[in-house]
């Protein structure tokens, strides 16, 4: 079956430090990947995706991962964390099955941004 | 302009009441979902209308009732709410048909609690 984890529930990193939020998917096709960062009290909202193509795909905010089929990971990573990134970040995987296309979702990294 | 607003903000009822939760987008998009977070931040779909037409019901109970009278809206109706329905429930939409390498757009969630 399908399945998005994120292995770590919390992450806490000092302002300007480098961070990696890690993301492992079970799929037997190449997926579609996502990252959402969700603020407190808000919804969700799309950083980056990856379909095809280059393996180390740019988002917003600063935000880049990689894609790595032989690990299957698409790991989250920023050279400078801002305070302004403590948030939730979920990764997601949209896959087709049943008929009917599907977006999954990991539980959740927590980062909190030490200044 | 909010682009996904949804209504009420937070919804605090007993067990047994009926209670709706409205969803309106003004990005011109032919698909609207409906996803149900945790207390443990697990994200999971519900429905999905594209064109008010329902295309994915995830397994959950009758006593939930989406609505859609027209593909800007989506209104989500629970009979008979119960302890575990408590969560914070998430209006998103897509500018396609719903597949697995779209954008979502979330509003801002709707925390229900049940006591």
């Known amino acids: 079956a399908q399945s998005v984890t994120q292995p770590d529930i919390h992450i806490t990193v000092s302002e300007g430090a480098s961070l990696e939020l890690r993301c492992n998917y079970s799929y037997g096709a190449t997926p579609y990947l996502f990252w959402y960062v969700q603020s407190p009290g808000q919804g969700l909202q799309l950083l980056l995706k990856y379909f095809s193509g280059d393996t180390l795909v740019q988002g917003i905010k600063g935000f880049e991962a990689e894609f790595k089929r032989s690990q299957s990971s698409f790991n989250l990573r920023k050279p400078s964390v801002h305070w302004s990134d403590a948030a939730e970040y979920f990764c997601?995987?949209?896959?087709?099955?049943?008929?009917?296309?599907?977006?999954?979702f990991g539980a959740g990294t927590r980062l909190a941004v030490h200044p | 302009d909010t682009a996904v607003s949804q209504t009420p903000k937070y919804l605090v009822t007993q067990m047994g009441n009926d209670k709706s939760i409205k969803c309106e987008q003004n990005?011109?998009?032919?698909?609207m979902y409906w996803y149900k977070q945790d207390s443990k931040k697990f994200l999971k779909i519900m429905f999905s209308?594209?064109?008010?037409?329902?295309?994915i019901n995830e397994t959950v109970p009758n006593r939930f009732s989406p609505k859609s009278p027209d593909k800007a809206h989506l209104n989500l109706h629970i009979n008979s709410l119960e302890l575990g329905d408590s969560a914070v429930y998430f209006c998103?939409?897509?500018?396609?048909?719903?597949?697995?390498?779209?954008?979502?757009?979330f509003g801002s969630g709707t925390q229900l609690s049940v006591l």
């Open positions: 998103a939409s897509s500018q396609g048909a719903g597949s697995s390498n779209e954008k979502l757009f």
């Open positions: 997601a995987v949209g896959y087709f099955s049943g008929g009917y296309n599907k977006l999954i």
């Open positions: 209308y594209n064109n008010k037409e329902l295309i």
């Open positions: 990005l011109g998009h032919d698909t």
